[in-house]
């Protein structure tokens, strides 16, 4: 597939290929409803999301306080929808927010469980010392990102244990992206703002090896 690509588009064009086909990807991943098919009605709820309540229910239930991370703000709109339908109270946080003390402040105070944020919005800049439960919801291409992310709540002021869950699709790219970024750790030291810099860091042969059999 990707020596079609690359015959077909020429090298640049054919590597942003394959990274957006990764991307739909790594959304299928998550809830079929990202990919905005024309008449695609989802026959039931996507399994992550399932398993995102039932962690957040007993999280809950045990008096914990919990962030929840993801790449697309529009898969955290479903979950706080969903979380809406569950009765489940919760702060948000994405790049379009406009008070962010504000639901920085209603979590703190601990008047409300679940804080769902965007990992760029959230990466920098907070303080979140009242979670001690962080769960990253789909894996970005470089975990530093991840790791400042769960820093929020590793703050000057955190007095307790802070356990931290990420989702991870079994069988699908994924696994194999975690695969890839233990094998190449420099995939750390890349910017951290920005998808593409890795991008270019990736042979021929790990595109592939993320690609095959999807």
Not at 22 to 27: A, I, K, N, P
Not at 180 to 196: A, M
């Given at each position: 597939m990707l020596s079609e690509m690359a015959s077909s588009k020429?090298?640049?064009?054919?590597?942003?290929?394959?990274?957006?086909?990764?991307?739909?990807?790594?959304?299928?991943?998550?809830?079929?409803?990202?990919?905005?098919?024309?008449?695609h009605e989802p026959r039931e709820t996507a399994s992550k999301v399932e398993l995102l309540s039932e962690l957040l229910s007993d999280a809950i239930e045990d008096g914990h306080h919990v962030l929840v991370f993801s790449q697309f703000s529009t898969m955290l709109k479903l979950i706080r929808a969903r979380l809406e339908a569950d009765g489940v109270a919760c702060c948000y946080l994405d790049g379009n927010t406009r008070d962010r003390q504000s639901e920085v402040d209603r979590f703190q105070t601990g008047a409300v469980p679940v804080f769902l944020i965007s990992l760029k919005a959230g990466g920098t800049g907070l303080n979140l010392t009242a979670a001690d439960t962080v769960i990253h919801f789909d894996p970005w291409w470089n975990p530093a990102v991840e790791a400042q992310a769960t820093d929020r709540a590793h703050r000057i002021g955190q007095d307790r244990v802070v356990t931290v869950y990420k989702l991870i699709a079994r069988g699908t790219v994924e696994e194999k992206l975690l695969a890839?970024?233990?094998?190449?750790?420099?995939?750390?030291?890349?910017?951290?703002?920005?998808?593409?810099p890795m991008m270019t860091g990736l042979s021929a042969n790990d595109l592939r090896e993320l690609l095959a059999g999807n």
């Open positions: 020429g090298g640049a064009a054919s590597r942003m290929a394959a990274f957006t086909m990764l991307l739909r990807l790594r959304q299928a991943c998550l809830d079929t409803r990202l990919l905005g098919l024309e008449n890839l970024q233990n094998r190449k750790r420099e995939i750390i030291d890349l910017t951290v703002d920005s998808e593409e």
